[in-house]
């Protein structure tokens, strides 16, 4: 099992940043993927990105390229969603979660954390 907590988000105002942090516990997560996803009131679970534990894959949708950035610290067993230039349109709760590598299906999911962006 793995355990995923979120944090870091908060309100902000159009054109400013956060970094969001996904620290994960439980096991092990050499040979899987972690990925951050957000939804809005109203809207379906969007992708915004992924890397994998061993930092090799990394993957973005395009819609998030240019401002959205992941990173992970393996020491502290955490994966970091830094965003700039945040947009109104970015308010959502964001979510990471794992999955094997080898799998498409992501099978733990963290609580959310909540990201407002302000006009």
């Known amino acids: 099992q793995v355990q995923l907590v979120e944090s870091g988000g908060g309100l902000v105002q159009a054109g400013g940043s956060l970094r969001l942090s996904c620290a994960a516990s439980?096991?092990?997560?050499?040979?899987?993927?972690l990925g951050w996803f957000r939804q809005a009131p109203g809207k379906e679970r969007e992708f915004v990105g992924a890397?994998?534990?061993?930092?090799?894959?990394?993957h973005y949708a395009d819609s998030m390229k240019g401002r959205f950035t992941i990173s992970r610290d393996n020491a502290k067993n955490t994966v970091y969603l830094q965003m700039n230039s945040l947009k109104p349109e970015d308010t959502a709760v964001y979510r990471c979660?794992?999955?094997?590598?080898?799998?498409?299906?992501?099978?733990?999911w963290g609580q959310g954390t909540q990201v407002t962006v302000s006009s």
């Open positions: 979660a794992v999955r094997p590598s080898h799998r498409a299906d992501y099978d733990y």
């Open positions: 439980g096991r092990t997560l050499s040979g899987y993927v």
């Open positions: 890397i994998s534990w061993s930092g090799g894959y990394i």
